[in-house]
């Protein structure tokens, strides 16, 4: 019998309804609109898209948004300038500066990130949220990780005491998975370019989350029947073809649930964005 198709349109509409109806009772409250600031330096065409699809994600929730542009010969002085202004605003709850950087000034990516007030850090990078989140207690966590973790939970899918199996250990997904699914009482593994016998750790887990960055890595043979399946990758093969880490096609046959790409886990990301915008201004405007 094939997976489930957990649809991420279906979870992201959720996502984006609760944060509307926070963002109105807050208003309704405070007399505050939250607010998120974009930084965008250069003329990267995604990360342009990226920034319209916040912008209008924005506009469709009740939330303000402000788009900073700056040319692609930005110095490191002037983004940082740029940094403290949003952060001494009273209009901006939520900071974000949109990735990749120009490479003059990607080196510096850690003192840009740092720079962010954690109170605003809407991302979830700065490294007092990441200590939070190791830590058990409340923070802002990135938003592909954590809009994985509440789709789980919607779609009624058992976390405590399972095997969960995480490819790949970057900062963004990997790292932030791990810490989430612990919290939810998973048993975790965490494995990387140095595993051993991947497929024999993947053929373990009852929740196996992909976010490695390689077309149809996971395949079918690697994966435990029944298990749930979240591909976080989203890879072009061509000018006008998305596929993620997992071999869709097969692994679908196997498992019990499974996310799609495109369609999964990609739409989650904005709209865990605004929640962390809504969560930000919440923070700041309720003592």
């Known amino acids: ?20 109806e926070r963002a109105a009772a807050l ?7 939250p607010g998120l600031g974009v930084i965008i330096v250069g003329a990267n065409p995604a990360s342009k898209v ?9 506009a469709e929730l009740g939330i303000y948004s402000e788009v900073i542009e700056m040319p692609g010969n930005t ?10 202004a949003l952060n001494a605003s009273e209009k901006i709850h939520g900071i974000l500066v949109q990735l990749p950087l120009p490479a003059a000034i990607a080196k510096d990516g850690h003192e840009i990130v740092n720079r962010i007030s954690p109170a605003k850090d809407v991302d979830g990078f700065h490294p007092i949220n990441v200590g939070r989140l190791v830590m058990g207690e409340e923070a802002l966590v990135p938003c592909t ?27 963004i997904v990997g790292k932030p998975m791990l810490h989430l699914l612990l919290a939810r009482h998973a048993t975790v593994t965490i494995c990387h370019s140095h595993t051993k016998d991947l497929a024999a750790v993947t053929r373990e887990a009852d929740i196996l989350v992909a ?11 690697m994966v435990k029947k029944g298990a749930t399946v979240i591909d976080v ?8 073809k998305l596929v993620g880490d997992v071999d869709f096609a097969h692994v679908k046959e196997v498992a019990g649930a499974i996310t799609p790409v495109p369609g999964g886990v990609g ?3 904005v709209a865990m964005l605004m929640e962390n915008v809504v969560q930000a201004a919440e923070r700041q405007l309720i003592k």
């Open 1 to 20: 019998m094939a997976a489930r198709i957990l649809e991420g349109r279906e979870f992201a509409a959720r996502f984006r309804a609760e944060a509307k």
């Open 27 to 33: 208003r309704e409250k405070t007399g505050v609109t």
């Open 50 to 58: 990226y920034v319209r699809n916040k912008n209008k994600a924005c």
């Open 75 to 84: 110095t490191k002085e002037e983004l940082l300038a740029q940094i403290d």
């Open 145 to 171: 990780p954590h809009g994985c973790l509440r789709m789980l939970e919607l779609a009624g899918i058992e976390m405590d005491g399972k095997r969960a199996v995480i490819i790949g250990r970057s900062n």
């Open 211 to 221: 976010a490695i960055g390689r077309p149809h890595f996971v395949t079918a043979d």
């Open 233 to 240: 990758g989203i890879n072009r093969i061509a000018p006008k």
């Open 267 to 269: 739409l989650l990301t």
